[in-house]
């Protein structure tokens, strides 16, 4: 008890030596808050999505394969299905029709594909939410397409995808099988690519080995590798921002140490009458690790709770362009909070630790001088 009371006694003056200098202690840890805010936001925002793109190819099949000429991605036959159907270990293959189109009307890319179970005629088709906003278009509009041979063909939209699937339905345009191989003037018996359902998830390496070995001129992708793909984009996209904010970080770093490390007169002379009072050296020390505590504690939940709100709630609106990429058809959506203890223990120990400690050592050195000296001088 008498140790927690010691405790609470020194927190106690320390922070009444705070507030008579609350106005260079409040520009420290504003500017100390936007460090922890930048930093804070960049990984939060980085980890959510990488979560994103996890659960949205949670459900994707293990493998989706492509056939390559001259190491460029080619249409692929679908009696490839059958060949790979009876390799051991897959359990479904089915062929997918899908493409890129350009439209230099609004000069944005949309996403062609055929569903399994288009549950509409030839001449409709469903669109995303974002096709429909920059489209400027409704259900029941009709939408013109330029086919491979120049011609024009008109599409009915009859539905729009509902928003809340606009992460991964923004640019999509989905129609039937004939529409899209008249389109494109695509013959029968070719598809776009194959996916591979494999029903024991220890053996994708090894399906996958034997597809190649069976059909050289394809290029298995495995689900895992997309998820690695997605990770090493939004990690390097991170570490953009990190580096245009890593001349505003050493600014403060400097700004920190000076502060930390060179004590005021003023400072000077609290010490020297704490020690001429009867404090000891450790005592001083002690205060002055709680008043670093407070100051680095303060700003960083003060930059923590402010970067939860600015990537959670405004979907980080100041870097979303950078981490996101950029589109004319830009998805609409606010990102589930995912929020890593790993991350936020490392944020604590790499803007908390180093300021604290940074307090100690001019501190300890003030506190062994003489009082009688350090008052004088």
Same mark, same amino acid.
């Given at each position: 008890?008498?140790?927690?009371?010691?405790?609470?006694?020194?927190?106690?003056?320390?922070?009444?030596?705070l507030?008579?200098?609350?106005?260079?202690?409040?520009?420290?840890?504003?500017v100390?808050?936007?460090?922890?805010?930048?930093?804070?936001?960049?990984?939060?925002?980085?980890?959510?999505?990488?979560?994103?793109?996890?659960?949205?190819?949670?459900?994707?099949?293990?493998?989706?394969?492509?056939?390559?000429?001259?190491?460029?991605?080619?249409?692929?036959?679908?009696?490839?299905?059958?060949?790979?159907?009876?390799?051991?270990?897959?359990?479904?293959?089915?062929?997918?029709?899908?493409?890129?189109?350009?439209?230099?009307?609004?000069?944005?890319?949309?996403?062609?594909?055929?569903?399994?179970?288009?549950?509409?005629?030839?001449?409709?088709?469903?669109?995303g939410?974002?096709?429909?906003?920059?489209?400027?278009?409704?259900?029941?509009?009709?939408?013109?397409?330029?086919?491979?041979d120049?011609?024009?063909?008109?599409?009915?939209v009859?539905?729009?995808?509902?928003?809340?699937?606009?992460?991964?339905?923004?640019?999509?345009?989905?129609?039937?099988?004939?529409?899209?191989?008249?389109?494109?003037?695509?013959?029968?018996?070719?598809?776009?690519?194959?996916?591979?359902?494999?029903?024991?998830?220890?053996?994708?390496?090894?399906?996958a080995?034997?597809?190649?070995?069976?059909?050289?001129?394809?290029?298995?992708?495995?689900?895992?590798?997309?998820?690695?793909?997605?990770?090493?984009?939004?990690?390097?996209?991170?570490?953009?921002?990190?580096? @245009?904010?890593?001349? $505003?970080?050493? *600014?403060?770093? /400097?700004? =920190?140490?000076?502060?930390?490390?060179?004590? +005021? !007169?003023?400072?000077?002379?609290?010490?020297?009458?704490?020690?001429?009072?009867?404090?000891e050296?450790?005592?001083?020390?002690?205060?002055?690790?709680?008043?670093?505590?407070? @100051?680095?504690?303060? $700003?960083?939940? *003060?930059?923590? /709770?402010? =970067?939860?709100?600015?990537?959670?709630?405004? +979907? !980080?609106?100041?870097?979303?362009?950078?981490l996101?990429?950029w589109?004319?058809?830009?998805?609409?959506?606010?990102?589930?909070?995912?929020?890593?203890?790993?991350?936020?223990?490392?944020?604590?120990?790499?803007?908390?630790?180093?300021?604290t400690? =940074?307090?100690?050592?001019?501190?300890?050195?003030? !506190?062994?001088?003489?009082?009688?000296?350090?008052?004088?001088?």
């Amino acid at each position: 008890m008498a140790w927690i009371e010691k405790q609470r006694n020194v927190i106690d003056f320390t922070l009444s030596s705070l507030l008579r200098r609350k106005g260079k202690n409040a520009a420290l840890i504003a500017v100390y808050t936007v460090v922890v805010f930048v930093l804070a936001s960049v990984v939060l925002f980085t980890h959510a999505l990488k979560k994103e793109a996890a659960i949205v190819l949670r459900d994707a099949p293990e493998i989706v394969l492509q056939r390559l000429v001259a190491g460029r991605h080619d249409l692929m036959p679908a009696s490839y299905a059958a060949a790979v159907k009876k390799i051991t270990g897959v359990s479904a293959v089915e062929g997918r029709l899908w493409g890129y189109y350009y439209d230099p009307l609004f000069k944005a890319n949309y996403t062609l594909l055929v569903p399994d179970d288009f549950r509409h005629g030839e001449g409709d088709i469903v669109i995303g939410e974002g096709v429909s906003r920059t489209g400027v278009t409704a259900e029941g509009n009709i939408m013109p397409f330029f086919g491979s041979d120049g011609k024009l063909t008109s599409f009915r939209v009859k539905e729009i995808l509902p928003a809340e699937s606009e992460l991964i339905s923004s640019d999509l345009i989905m129609m039937s099988e004939a529409d899209f191989r008249r389109l494109f003037n695509l013959p029968k018996g070719q598809v776009t690519d194959l996916t591979v359902r494999v029903g024991n998830p220890q053996e994708v390496l090894t399906v996958a080995g034997k597809i190649r070995k069976q059909l050289p001129d394809t290029r298995p992708i495995v689900r895992d590798e997309i998820v690695r793909t997605y990770d090493a984009i939004f990690a390097w996209r991170s570490g953009i921002l990190l580096v @245009i904010f890593s001349g $505003a970080l050493l *600014a403060f770093a /400097i700004f =920190a140490w000076d502060k930390a490390s060179g004590l +005021s !007169a003023e400072e000077k002379r609290e010490i020297g009458i704490l020690k001429a009072t009867g404090w000891e050296t450790s005592d001083v020390i002690l205060m002055k690790f709680w008043e670093g505590m407070a @100051i680095s504690c303060t $700003a960083f939940s *003060a930059g923590l /709770i402010l =970067a939860y709100i600015h990537v959670f709630f405004s +979907s !980080a609106a100041l870097f979303e362009p950078v981490l996101k990429g950029w589109a004319v058809l830009y998805p609409k959506f606010r990102i589930v909070p995912f929020i890593s203890f790993y991350q936020v223990v490392t944020l604590f120990f790499l803007t908390v630790i180093p300021y604290t400690t =940074a307090t100690i050592i001019p501190s300890w050195r003030a !506190a062994t001088v003489d009082p009688d000296a350090v008052m004088r001088s």
